[in-house]
C-alpha cells in the first residue's frame, strides 16, 4: 500500500457543528503532516508530527485540533470554523522526519464551512 | 525562515515542445527539493525530488536542475503532452533535520496546446 487515504472527500459544516478529517497511511511512516491549500494557492503547513507527537504547529487557531492515535492515524478535530477556513486540507506523509522518500500526499478533503 | 517563488504563474505551450518550469529559493541551507504536479480536484503529486548534493536529476520525460549558487530549481519537461497541463509547485525542506517543514512556492499553470 503506497497510499495516503483522508476521509471524507468533501465536508459542508455550519460554524456551530464539530466533525472530524481523517488520515491514514499503512507504509510504515513515522512523519505526518496537515497542509491547508486555499483555491489557486500553494499547500500552506499547518502540523507536523513526528514518530506521533506533535512537532510543528504554525500558529493554527485553536479551532482546529490534530491528534495521532497511532502512527498510521492521523486526525484534525474541527470545532467553530468559520467561512474562510473553507479549503482543500491535504495529509502528507514520509518515512521519517529527516529522510526523505518524496512526501506522499494524499487527495484531501474539500472543506466547506457555511 | 524560508520562502519560495516561482518566476511565471502561467506557461503555455505547443503539445510536443519541452517546457522548463522554474523556481527560486531564499534558505542557502534548504537541502531537498521536490517537484509537485495538482491536478484539479487531486492532492499534489510526486514528479521528481533532488538533493542538495546533486545538481541535476532525471526521471522519465523530467530533469530536475538545481543550482545552489543563485538557489534556482528547474524542471523541465521533454515532449510536452496534454496531460501534462496541471499546476507545478515546487517545494523546499527548510529547518532542522527532524522538523521535516516542506514550504511550496506558489505554483505555475501549464497549458498544452494541441
Known amino acids: 500500500d503506497t497510499e495516503v487515504t483522508q476521509t471524507p472527500k468533501h465536508l459542508v459544516m455550519g460554524m456551530t457543528n464539530k466533525k472530524s478529517l481523517k488520515c491514514e497511511q499503512h507504509?510504515?511512516?513515522?512523519?505526518m503532516y496537515w497542509y491547508k491549500q486555499k483555491a489557486k494557492k500553494p499547500p500552506e503547513l499547518m502540523f507536523v508530527?513526528?514518530?506521533?507527537?506533535?512537532?510543528i504547529n504554525e500558529s493554527v487557531p485553536s479551532r482546529f485540533s490534530p491528534e495521532c492515535p497511532n502512527s498510521s492515524l492521523l486526525n484534525l478535530h474541527l470545532h467553530a470554523l468559520q467561512p474562510e477556513d473553507s479549503a482543500l486540507y491535504l495529509c502528507?506523509?514520509?518515512?521519517?522526519?529527516?529522510?526523505?522518500?518524496?512526501?506522499?500526499f494524499g487527495s484531501g478533503t474539500r472543506l466547506t464551512v457555511v | 525562515g524560508e520562502s519560495v517563488g516561482l518566476h511565471l504563474p502561467t506557461l503555455s505551450v505547443q503539445e510536443g515542445d519541452n517546457s522548463i518550469i522554474n523556481c527560486a529559493y531564499s534558505n542557502s541551507a534548504s537541502d531537498y527539493f521536490i517537484w509537485y504536479k495538482q491536478e484539479s480536484g487531486k492532492g499534489p503529486q510526486f514528479i521528481i525530488d533532488?538533493?542538495?548534493?546533486?545538481d541535476k536529476r532525471q526521471g522519465q520525460r523530467v530533469t530536475v536542475l538545481l543550482n545552489k549558487t543563485v538557489k534556482h530549481l528547474s524542471l523541465q519537461i521533454a515532449a510536452t503532452q496534454p496531460g501534462d497541463s496541471a499546476v507545478y509547485f515546487c517545494?523546499?525542506?527548510?529547518?532542522?533535520?527532524?522538523?521535516?517543514?516542506?514550504?511550496f512556492g506558489q505554483g505555475t499553470t501549464l497549458q498544452v496546446k494541441p
Open positions: 508530527y513526528s514518530y506521533e507527537k506533535l512537532s
Open positions: 507504509m510504515g511512516h513515522r512523519a
Open positions: 533532488i538533493r542538495s548534493n546533486m
Open positions: 517545494a523546499v525542506r527548510t529547518g532542522s533535520s527532524n522538523t521535516g517543514k516542506l514550504i
Open positions: 502528507a506523509s514520509i518515512l521519517r522526519s529527516d529522510r526523505e522518500y518524496g512526501y506522499t
